[in-house]
């Protein structure tokens, strides 16, 4: 049987080359960390303090990255946003 590293090697490529392919044709993933917050293509799960009124509104953490497919949203990013309660 081949080692468990050389498995992990081959799924690895076989994902890279699948999500090349799916990119190809039109899926786009949305991982908005860091990022103000858009409603028209992310979910807020739960508000985080902001240390300073720059970073109001902003994603503070990404829960589940979302997808577009040829424009269409498909799934809204999951995402922890930031509030300033100064």
């Given at each position: 049987?081949?080692?468990?590293?050389?498995?992990?090697?081959?799924?690895?490529?076989?994902?890279?080359?699948?999500?090349?392919?799916l990119?190809?044709?039109?899926?786009?993933?949305?991982?908005?960390?860091?990022?103000?917050?858009?409603?028209?293509?992310?979910?807020?799960?739960?508000?985080?303090?902001?240390?300073?009124?720059?970073?109001?509104?902003?994603?503070?953490?990404?829960?589940?990255?979302?997808?577009?497919?040829?424009?269409?949203?498909?799934r809204?990013?999951?995402?922890?946003?930031?509030?300033?309660?100064?």
């Open positions: 049987t081949a080692p468990a590293s050389s498995l992990l090697d081959g799924v690895q490529h076989v994902e890279k080359k699948l999500q090349r392919s990119a190809a044709a039109g899926l786009e993933v949305i991982d908005p960390a860091d990022q103000r917050f858009d409603p028209a293509s992310m979910e807020a799960l739960m508000m985080v303090d902001a240390e300073s009124a720059e970073q109001d509104d902003s994603v503070a953490g990404v829960m589940q990255k979302g997808y577009r497919f040829k424009g269409h949203l498909l809204p990013a999951r995402v922890q946003v930031r509030k300033f309660n100064g």
